[in-house]
């Protein structure tokens, strides 16, 4: 078992993105779970969606707390022919994922404050692995056949923390009545913790599974005593070299277990028994001297492969901070109409990686890349009638200016067969999305509202593998929004998002599956959906 196909478990894992972007959560307020666009935002929240509006606020204090409660499935449908299962499910779920927003408005200036999950914000646990982790693993039902190999069991589990938060500050300014603008920066103390193993690996062999590591490092030591058969022999060639095994055996030279042993090599050379019966001890040492380089070889293999058997297990903490510059400006013609666009710089971000003492297997290396692409935000509001607020946002995220390396999966199957065939996680299109936000007032103090997303990745099949992949998407929300004072105001929220599925061919080296046929390729199918439950207070010092 190479090395590759071990690691591929605890590798895979690094990005956990619930709404918005590959990477970045663009889901910051319960205001947005309920209608779904914000991006022209007047109130408490434009502290993150619009900033250039917050002089559209009252003079004095204003604070928003929300909070979402995160569930998401992730399921992936594999159709590998010598996997136990095929069907594989993670689950990730975010109990609190709060936003604090702060503004102080004076006349033409505003300051504000966010804290909030920018990116991760959960734990996402896979507690029977996935397809990439077992492939390599179930191969050795027809790779090892020959071995009396016919099935294989392992322990897998894995559970990855990641949280990227965003400490922004920043000022407004209008430079009249209808024009604003916006600068600030944001800092990103990120953290991720992952914690997982892979062990117990066994192999059925007649009938009895039997642990991996004591079985191949056995049958090494069985190959390198077959290796070693030349030495074994010689004592015997200067007085018995023109003798039969039967013979030696007949004249009390060697025993029965010694003569079985010799003949177990002269087998796996290929040579009938009638043939092995015939020949003499020189005849049987130059076969077997001829032969040594194949079963040293052998032995190494397998001695290799018992090694990387062993239990394995990763528990490390990588920890990084980074800087991005927003600007941002909003329009509003008229107090009917509004229009906002904010852009977010590239964030270039490395963590550096730290494993806790009962780590023994090194992933990483101490530096890991992980930045986060630019953001270019556009939204228009319209408020022209009493009873009906709208919005319109669109977001672009430049994820082709970032790098996300390898394929996984394909790191697992060809890291040590051909390297040239891993494929690198193209992008073909950066990501977007698009949406519509309706909020109905009922009366001055009460209002639900609708909304509705769309989002259409730019990946490409390259891109996709099981832990990681990106799939376009549309997203319901609704809500309410009640003003219990002229002071406070409560916004609860619910959302759901179903991911449009993807189906993806991965090429495979051609090794034969339990029929004898040559695997040149196999499929995956990638699925997810995601519920979003969101309560939100806003209250204002004036």
Do not use: C
């Amino acid at each position: 078992m190479k090395k590759t196909v071990l690691s591929v478990a605890f590798i895979m894992l690094l990005q956990l993105a619930f709404a918005g972007g590959i990477l970045t959560n663009y889901n910051q307020s319960a205001q947005y779970i309920r209608m779904m666009s914000r991006n022209a935002s007047l109130d408490v929240d434009a502290v993150f969606y619009n900033p250039a509006g917050l002089v559209k606020l009252e003079n004095g204090w204003h604070f928003s707390f929300s909070t979402q409660t995160i569930l998401q499935d992730r399921n992936i449908e594999s159709s590998f022919p010598l996997l136990n299962s095929q069907d594989y499910e993670g689950t990730t779920f975010i109990p609190v994922f709060p936003d604090f927003y702060g503004v102080y408005k004076k006349d033409k200036w505003a300051f504000s404050i966010v804290v909030a999950p920018v990116a991760g914000g959960g734990t996402s646990e896979f507690k029977t692995g996935l397809s990439a982790f077992e492939i390599p693993i179930s191969q050795t039902k027809t790779l090892l056949s020959a071995l009396g190999v016919m099935d294989y069991d392992v322990d897998l589990y894995f559970k990855g923390n990641s949280v990227y938060w965003g400490i922004q500050l920043g000022a407004t300014y209008a430079i009249n009545d209808k024009v604003s603008v916006y600068g600030g920066v944001r800092w990103i103390p990120a953290k991720n913790v992952y914690e997982g193993y892979i062990k117990n690996i066994q192999l059925q062999v007649g009938g009895n599974m039997v642990p991996a590591v004591g079985f191949l490092t056995g049958v090494s030591a069985d190959m390198q005593a077959l290796a070693d058969m030349p030495t074994t022999l010689s004592p015997y060639l200067a007085t018995a070299g023109s003798y039969t095994l039967a013979q030696l055996e007949g004249a009390g030279q060697i025993n029965a277990a010694m003569k079985t042993g010799i003949e177990t090599g002269l087998q796996l050379m290929g040579l009938p028994q009638g043939t092995i019966d015939a020949m003499t001890l020189n005849q049987i040492n130059g076969a077997y001297v001829a032969a040594q380089p194949g079963f040293q070889s052998q032995a190494a293999q397998l001695a290799g492969s018992a090694a990387m058997m062993g239990d394995k297990r990763v528990d490390t903490e990588q920890t990084g901070n980074g800087f991005i510059p927003i600007v941002g400006i909003n329009y509003s013609p008229n107090d009917d109409w509004n229009f906002a666009l904010k852009y977010e710089m590239k964030t270039f971000l490395t963590l550096d990686n730290k494993p806790n003492a009962d780590n023994n297997y090194d992933l990483w290396g101490s530096k890991v890349n992980s930045d986060i692409p630019a953001i270019f935000a556009a939204g228009i509001g319209y408020s022209g009638l009493d009873w009906l607020e709208a919005q319109l946002s669109y977001n672009l995220y430049f994820d082709k200016g970032v790098d996300y390396g390898n394929n996984v999966n394909d790191v697992a199957v060809w890291g040590s067969v051909d390297p040239e065939k891993i494929q690198h996680r193209d992008i073909d299109n950066n990501y977007y999305e698009l949406a519509l936000g309706l909020q109905f007032n009922v009366s001055d103090n009460f209002a639900f509202s609708a909304g509705a997303l769309r989002s259409k990745t730019g990946v490409t099949a390259s891109y996709q593998n099981d832990l990681s992949y990106s799939n376009s998407s549309y997203t319901l929300g609704g809500g309410i929004m009640w003003k219990i004072t002229d002071k406070l105001t409560l916004d609860l929220g619910v959302s759901n998002t179903n991911y449009e599925d993807d189906k993806i061919t991965f090429e495979y080296p051609g090794y034969p599956d339990e029929s004898g046929a040559a695997i040149t390729s196999y499929q995956n199918n990638y699925g997810k959906t995601t519920l979003n439950l969101a309560a939100g207070l806003t209250f204002s010092i004036f």
